[in-house]
């Protein structure tokens, strides 16, 4: 069960409030008017956490929240899903939309996974993987969600690709887009932090405090040549993952960014 959280707060504040509450494992943001609408499980809510950071910006009296039940989610993100393109080659887009004869034509069930490729992270996540060579390549999609990322990996040529969320949900709706779109390379795995194995590619959209702890566990499983691809956090965070990446024998050679949010493409020294 997801619970929809509403915070109203000043357009000055709402950027602050926006990447607290990210880091504090809230997904699924949009603005709406004076608000600011947040999604998250309802087992993964901390109150407490919650409470500290609206204090912090005299929001403490200023939200509200309900339950959202599945089904209501999914008419919501059906009725208002549009088709996102990337670049002159990559369309993502619903069954009921109409195809452009792109060449990368990514086919998404709207339902409660999020990463439909609206979102400036994910669009630049596809943006980087269109940028890069992946014919044969292993590759690992952690925090999966709609497994976009994984379905066009395999359309770009990658062998082999493992990807995993910790939602049931995402796992679901994965299973799904990677039928609807006749992949064959992806296998799809309920974890939270885990997994094994070595890859040439890493591709990790989740958020900053997430990426900072796996960075670690990221670095010993990436093959010589192997690159690291990370977004979920905003670009005023780049120097938290650039002190870290020295300290681990990688370095980044690349730094996207979209609407303050960023993407960094990290490599072996």
Same mark, same amino acid.
């Given at each position: ?15 602050l ?23 998250i ?18 929001l ?11 089904? /209501?989610?999914?008419?919501?993100? @059906?009725? *208002?899903? =549009?088709? &996102?393109?990337?670049?002159?080659k990559?369309? +993502? ?13 990514i086919?998404?069930?709207?339902k ?11 669009y ?12 044969h390549k ?5 925090g999966?969600?709609?497994s976009?990322?994984?379905?066009l990996?395999?359309?770009l ?8 969320? /910790?939602?049931?949900?995402?796992? @679901?709706? *994965?299973k =799904?887009? &990677?039928?609807?779109n006749?992949?064959?390379? +992806? ?35 990436l ?7 990370l ?9 938290d993952?650039?002190?870290?990446v ?9 730094v996207?960014?979209?609407n ?10």
């Amino acid at each position: 069960m997801y619970l929809e959280f509403t915070i109203f707060c000043p357009d000055d504040t709402k950027e602050l409030v926006e990447a607290e509450l990210l880091h504090a494992g809230f997904e699924g943001v949009w603005e709406n008017n004076d608000s600011l609408c947040f999604y998250i499980h309802e087992e993964a809510l901390n109150m407490n956490s919650l409470k500290s950071i609206l204090a912090q910006y005299n929001l403490i009296e200023s939200y509200t929240y309900k339950s959202i039940e599945n089904i /209501n989610w999914n008419a919501s993100w @059906e009725s *208002s899903f =549009e088709p &996102i393109q990337i670049g002159e080659k990559c369309l +993502i887009r619903a069954s009921f939309h109409s195809s452009l004869g792109l060449p990368y034509e990514i086919i998404i069930t709207p339902k409660m996974s999020f990463g439909t490729g609206h979102h400036e992270t994910t669009y630049m996540m596809s943006e980087a993987l269109m940028e890069m060579d992946l014919k044969h390549k292993t590759v690992l999609d952690m925090g999966c969600g709609t497994s976009v990322l994984a379905i066009l990996a395999e359309k770009l040529g990658a062998s082999n690709i493992t990807a995993i969320d /910790n939602d049931d949900w995402a796992i @679901e709706n *994965s299973k =799904e887009n &990677i039928a609807n779109n006749n992949c064959k390379a +992806i296998s799809v795995f309920k974890n939270d932090a885990t997994f094994s194995g070595q890859y040439d590619i890493i591709l990790s959209n989740i958020n900053r405090n997430i990426n900072l702890e796996m960075l670690e566990k990221y670095a010993p499983a990436l093959n010589k040549g192997g690159q690291i691809l990370l977004s979920g956090f905003y670009n005023h965070d780049v120097p938290d993952f650039e002190k870290l990446v020295k300290t681990i024998g990688l370095k980044i050679v690349k730094v996207k960014e979209r609407n303050d949010w960023a993407c960094i493409i990290i490599e072996q020294c």
